[in-house]
């Protein structure tokens, strides 16, 4: 089935709209960092040798062959960069694993409540919006530092004898991203389960399914989209995190979010930086054309 | 007489137990008595409507059935045994919902098996009921389709297999048919009379409508606010109701109020301020109050230019009132008339239009004699 739609002049500009916005924001800043990733670097200002100059004018396209592959070499080389991938990409899915076992009975609660609560509850789980993220960090520094809030009533409570080192590990760290995060898992699972019709689940049980089978048969099944973007919206900003790790995780191993700030500000290394930004993108467009697949495969089911 | 005869219904043991005894049951959501101490039988095999304006407590009670409501007060009995106790998923009964609550992520096989898979049947078992089913309710061809590819009325047939599929002892129907247009709602109505006695089983249906529940039930139970007005067969329903209340919820009606006095035998008086005297059939059970109201159905009234002809023919053709045309509304199979007394009350009356050739047909203005028969009146107290 295709259809064609014919749309008016306004319209057409709005529909033209987001596209244009994806060209200025982010297709053009894309363009900038694979050139440069394509680059050597210069000790010069900015710190690379300008190759594919397009103010050249058409001799530029001589310049085609001063590019190079070498960055993307070096990143799959050295394995500071694949370790670093790794790690991003494990702390990612041990965090967003977290978030779904977290989110999904708070979001179902949520779904749950009587209709007049659920706008507070909702509320409640957007207000820390409301404050800076960084401060927000900063604040789990404060709780978490070695005279923090949580040693003094640890001790206070006798439950340990001596400061608990918190500060600085991976759980603190898994601390920040879950409770960053958190809003994000929640909302799009709440919004599959709140839209669920209740009487589905009573013909469940009215078909002899008990109220647990009826979740693991109904409810479960009839969540995974909502599961599907809860997951992606948290995912894939959690690999390139750099704030949170930095802050809060120890300084052994990095995230690849840090090894692209090292290379960029400490390395003056622009073009391995930018390099791998690139990989990151790549690495980060395949679950989310897999998301897609899905999301069309279904849109043709329900046709 | 002949007709009552020919409305008997084949039923089960009448004297026996009844298959579902509700029992004084009383249901409040806060302060409001959503079902208030009420109390019904329904037999084996039986086609029951339960009926009423919305909000009346029949989804409620219905609701009860299923388990998913618990009763305050009150037993549910079936075959003797007390409900009360069973979990919804445990009961031997089966609800259609209405809005059908499909699951929209499973195919109809799916949805249809669903309720089988949970009873332990064998594969083969579960493919030879299913089978059954889609062919029961005419689905062939549509097995592997999901919910959202189906029309309302498909939708419908996958609903009533699926609460079928499991044989309960009951199946209840909550407005089955609300979301269907009119013309797919009759002929669904007469289908699932049709599926109700090929299997033998016991169906509750609630319905606020009047026609719905009249075409499909054995028996009808009028509910308002909480109670059951009254439980009857359809003909009883219209032509004997048992309240003023029932009279005017089940179709059209003329009430008249007046007092009561006794006429020759077997027969009483009753003198309206609106309609003079009307003289009226003695009702079986006698009236303990002189003011009453006398009921007569639109149809009953037939109009004429000067009165019946001939008093030899027309014994019984007693109460005559005259009146002016106001109103006339051809609506096909009959019209309806609205008649202005001389009291100044208007008067219902509707003939069926028996000729294609306008010959009988009164217009706004003219004067006519609306006729009934003391048989024709039901007195009702108020």
């Known amino acids: 089935m295709s259809a064609r739609f014919t749309f008016t002049r306004p319209a057409r500009l709005a529909a033209i709209?987001?596209?244009?916005?994806?060209?200025?924001?982010?297709?053009?800043?894309?363009?900038?960092?694979?050139?440069?990733?394509?680059?050597?670097?210069?000790?010069?200002?900015?710190?690379?040798?300008?190759?594919?100059?397009?103010?050249?004018?058409?001799?530029?396209?001589?310049?085609?062959?001063?590019?190079?592959?070498?960055?993307?070499?070096?990143?799959?080389?050295?394995?500071?960069?694949?370790?670093?991938?790794?790690r991003s990409l494990a702390v990612a899915a041990v965090s967003t694993s977290i978030l779904l076992v977290i989110g999904y009975p708070l979001a179902y609660a949520m779904a749950r409540l009587p209709r007049r609560w659920q706008a507070l509850a909702m509320m409640l789980v957007i207000i820390p919006f409301w404050t800076s993220f960084l401060i927000r960090i900063y604040a789990?520094?404060?709780?978490?530092?070695?005279?923090?809030?949580?040693?003094?009533?640890?001790?206070?409570?006798?439950?340990?004898?001596?400061?608990?080192?918190?500060?600085s590990t991976d759980s603190a760290m898994y601390l920040g991203i879950v409770y960053?995060?958190?809003?994000?898992?929640?909302?799009?699972?709440?919004?599959?389960?709140?839209?669920?019709?209740?009487?589905?689940?009573?013909?469940?049980?009215?078909?002899?399914?008990?109220?647990?089978?009826?979740?693991?048969?109904?409810?479960?099944?009839?969540?995974?989209?909502?599961?599907?973007?809860?997951?992606?919206?948290?995912?894939?900003?959690?690999?390139?995190?750099?704030?949170?790790?930095?802050?809060?995780?120890?300084?052994?191993?990095?995230?690849?979010?840090?090894?692209?700030?090292?290379?960029?500000?400490?390395?003056?290394?622009?073009?391995?930086?930018?390099?791998?930004?690139v990989a990151l993108l790549l690495l980060l467009v395949v679950p989310l054309a897999l998301y897609d697949r899905l999301q069309r495969r279904r849109l043709e089911q329900a046709r | 007489m002949v007709e009552e005869l020919s409305q008997a219904k084949p039923q089960g043991d009448a004297e026996g137990i009844p298959l579902l005894r509700i029992d004084a049951v009383v249901k409040k959501f806060g302060a409001v008595h959503a079902v208030d101490r009420l109390s019904l039988d329904i037999r084996a095999g039986e086609f029951f409507a339960l009926l009423g304006p919305s909000g009346c407590g029949k989804t409620t009670l219905l609701r009860m059935l299923a388990g998913f409501e618990t009763p305050d007060q009150g037993r549910i009995l079936l075959d003797g045994k007390d409900i009360a106790p069973v979990l919804p998923h445990q009961r031997p009964?089966?609800?259609?919902?209405?809005?059908?609550?499909?699951?929209?992520?499973?195919?109809?096989?799916?949805?249809?098996?669903?309720?089988?898979?949970?009873?332990?049947?064998?594969?083969?078992?579960?493919?030879?009921?299913?089978?059954?089913?889609?062919?029961?309710?005419?689905?062939?061809?549509?097995?592997?389709?999901?919910?959202?590819?189906?029309?309302?009325?498909?939708?419908?047939?996958?609903?009533?297999?699926?609460?079928?599929?499991?044989?309960?002892?009951v199946l209840l129907l909550d407005e089955p048919l609300a979301a269907l247009d009119k013309k797919l709602r009759e002929s669904t109505q007469l289908e699932l009379m049709e599926v109700q006695r090929r299997l033998g089983m016991t169906f509750i249906i609630v319905t606020h409508d009047q026609e719905e529940a009249m075409t499909v039930a054995d028996r009808i139970g009028v509910m308002d606010a909480g109670r059951l007005e009254q439980v009857a067969t359809p003909r009883q329903l219209y032509e004997s109701p048992r309240s003023r209340w029932v009279a005017e919820f089940?179709?059209?009606?003329?009430?008249?109020?007046?007092?009561?006095?006794?006429?020759?035998?077997?027969?009483?008086?009753?003198?309206?301020?609106?309609?003079?005297?009307?003289?009226?059939?003695?009702?079986?059970?006698?009236?303990?109050?002189?003011?009453?109201?006398?009921?007569?159905?639109?149809?009953?009234?037939?109009?004429?230019?000067?009165?019946?002809?001939?008093?030899?023919?027309?014994?019984?053709?007693?109460?005559?009132?005259?009146?002016?045309?106001?109103?006339?509304?051809?609506?096909?199979?009959?019209?309806?008339?609205?008649?202005?007394?001389?009291?100044?009350?208007?008067?219902?009356?509707?003939?069926?239009?028996?000729?294609?050739i306008e010959i009988d047909a009164y217009h706004a203005n003219q004067r006519v004699v609306a006729w009934f028969t003391p048989d024709d009146c039901v007195v009702l107290e108020q």
């Not at chain 1, 190079?68 to 370790?83: G, Q």
């Not at chain 2, 499973?106 to 030879?128: T, Y």
């Not at chain 2, 020759?264 to 008086?269: D, F, I, N, P, V």
């Not at chain 2, 109050?289 to 004429?304: D, G, H």
């Open chain 1, 17 to 86: 709209a987001p596209y244009l916005w994806m060209l200025l924001f982010f297709l053009v800043p894309f363009g900038f960092v694979l050139k440069i990733s394509l680059s050597q670097t210069a000790i010069a200002q900015p710190p690379y040798v300008p190759v594919f100059d397009l103010t050249q004018g058409l001799s530029a396209i001589n310049g085609l062959a001063e590019l190079s592959l070498d960055n993307f070499r070096l990143l799959v080389s050295d394995n500071l960069y694949v370790l670093s991938y790794l």
């Open chain 1, 140 to 167: 789990w520094i404060n709780i978490l530092q070695h005279d923090g809030v949580l040693n003094k009533f640890l001790l206070v409570l006798h439950l340990v004898s001596a400061p608990v080192v918190w500060l």
């Open chain 1, 180 to 277: 960053s995060y958190l809003p994000f898992m929640i909302l799009p699972l709440y919004a599959s389960l709140a839209k669920m019709d209740p009487a589905l689940l009573e013909a469940a049980e009215d078909l002899g399914a008990s109220r647990t089978r009826a979740f693991w048969l109904v409810t479960f099944p009839l969540s995974l989209p909502g599961i599907a973007a809860g997951t992606l919206l948290c995912f894939i900003p959690i690999v390139g995190e750099f704030v949170i790790p930095d802050l809060l995780a120890g300084s052994n191993s990095l995230m690849i979010g840090q090894t692209l700030w090292l290379e960029f500000f400490t390395n003056k290394d622009w073009p391995v930086a930018s390099a791998a930004a």
């Open chain 2, 93 to 169: 009964v089966n609800m259609m919902f209405q809005n059908y609550a499909l699951f929209p992520h499973l195919s109809v096989r799916e949805n249809i098996a669903f309720g089988l898979k949970r009873i332990g049947m064998s594969r083969a078992e579960i493919n030879h009921r299913l089978a059954e089913m889609v062919s029961l309710v005419k689905l062939d061809g549509l097995e592997n389709r999901k919910p959202d590819q189906l029309s309302g009325g498909q939708k419908q047939r996958v609903a009533l297999a699926r609460s079928l599929a499991r044989r309960p002892r």
């Open chain 2, 250 to 356: 089940i179709g059209d009606v003329n009430i008249f109020e007046g007092q009561a006095q006794s006429g020759e035998a077997g027969r009483l008086t009753i003198s309206t301020r609106e309609a003079g005297t009307i003289v009226v059939t003695r009702p079986s059970e006698p009236i303990s109050k002189n003011m009453v109201c006398v009921a007569i159905r639109p149809e009953k009234i037939k109009l004429s230019r000067r009165g019946p002809a001939s008093d030899a023919l027309n014994i019984n053709a007693m109460n005559r009132i005259e009146g002016t045309v106001i109103e006339m509304n051809y609506l096909g199979g009959v019209t309806s008339y609205k008649i202005k007394l001389d009291s100044g009350a208007v008067l219902r009356s509707s003939m069926t239009n028996t000729a294609r």
